[in-house]
């Protein structure tokens, strides 16, 4: 098998594509041949040893990725050779091959591409859970999504218009403005050419957002949360700009606000049943048509540096997705 090996965490220009030789599952594990894996932000984190994860090395990375079950290890009995699987196991994913914990492989069912499931579970389960436990976000509510052109914003987009929302999307280019008009968006506001506040108020009447989704921090997130509803309600997804803002609480006070954090990782391993429930209703939704993954572009595993630099520039809409 082929693998992108990180051999010294100090950034994608040291990661190396090696032959090495093909494991085989153990106990409770499987062997996926790998067609098709997303980056996520993480990806780009680990490889540079600024992810709170530090795989021993050397490591694969690539998060996330969609394939066949190519072997099974002893005791796994839900998966069988030759079944499509989505996995997202924080490694192993930009390569040929890798081994997963079979708990963690989601079975696919037939019509489910492999491009798709490689870019779906990081994103709509997040989204899903931000909007719909953390948000308690209801029909003719409307939701404000920040960085609504990338990975988890697409992915929010499309469960808010799924639950009845009203969605206003800001981004930072008129052409990802337009496609979070494509995907549902009902507004958008485009947050380099636009006063945050000033656009808010003109698309809710000067109501505010009853939900604020932010997934990129920084300089946005204050006058965000001075607009938003009276008992809104403002999500902390995280900090793709960089800085994290400080807020003063007397807001919160003045709108009787809540701002409420977000860590889906944390919840799928604290509540697995209530994980498991949402990615059953998320799956339904993918077959009944009401969401689908944004793919920017699709790229072969060997370009990998490429597709790194390319979700640096800023410039990826939706997902980037690396195929064998
Ligand atoms: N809390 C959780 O459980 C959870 C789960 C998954 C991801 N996350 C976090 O959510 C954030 C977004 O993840 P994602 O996968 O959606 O990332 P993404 O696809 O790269 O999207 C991030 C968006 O942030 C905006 N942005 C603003 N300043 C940026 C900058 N300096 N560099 C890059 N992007 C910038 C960009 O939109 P504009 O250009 O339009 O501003 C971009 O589309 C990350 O911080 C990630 O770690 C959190």
Not at 258 to 275: C, I, M, Q, T
Request: hydrophobic share 45%.
């Amino acid at each position: 098998m082929h693998a992108w090996l990180c051999e010294n965490p100090v950034g994608v220009d040291a990661l190396q594509w090696k032959e090495i030789p093909t494991p085989q599952p153990k106990a409770s594990e499987v062997l996926i041949e790998i067609k098709a894996a997303s980056l996520n932000f993480p990806d780009l984190l680990i490889v540079q040893n600024k992810y709170q994860m530090k795989p021993a090395l050397p490591f694969v990375p690539g998060s996330e990725y969609a394939g066949v079950v190519a072997a099974v290890g002893e005791g796994v009995t839900h998966l069988k050779v030759g079944q499509s699987v989505a996995c997202l196991s924080g490694t192993g994913g930009f390569g040929t091959h890798t081994i997963a914990p079979a708990a963690l492989c989601m079975p696919l069912p037939p019509g489910f591409p492999h491009v798709d499931a490689a870019a779906f579970i990081m994103i709509y389960a997040t989204s899903h859970h931000a909007l719909v436990d953390r948000g308690q976000l209801k029909a003719g509510e409307t939701v404000l999504v920040l960085g609504a052109a990338g990975g988890v914003g697409t992915a929010a987009i499309q469960i808010a218009k799924t639950l009845g929302a009203r969605v206003i999307a800001a981004a930072s280019t008129d052409e990802k403005c337009e496609l979070c008009k494509s995907i549902g968006a009902d507004a958008t506001i485009n947050y380099t050419k636009e006063s945050l506040r000033d656009a808010i108020k003109a698309a809710t009447d000067g109501k505010g957002p009853d939900v604020i989704y932010d997934s990129v921090g920084g300089d946005f997130a204050e006058p965000a949360f001075r607009s938003i509803a009276w008992r809104g309600r403002y999500l902390v997804v995280g900090f793709a700009s960089g800085p994290i803002p400080s807020l003063p609480l007397n807001l919160t006070l003045l709108k009787g606000a809540s701002l409420v954090g977000v860590f889906w990782g944390d919840f799928a391993r604290r509540e697995p049943k209530a994980n498991a429930a949402m990615m059953a209703e998320l799956a339904g939704w993918y077959a009944q048509g009401k969401i689908k993954p944004v793919i920017d572009s699709t790229m072969p595993m060997s370009e990998l540096k490429a597709a790194y630099a390319h979700m640096g520039s800023r410039g990826v809409k939706g997902k980037l997705v690396m195929v064998n």
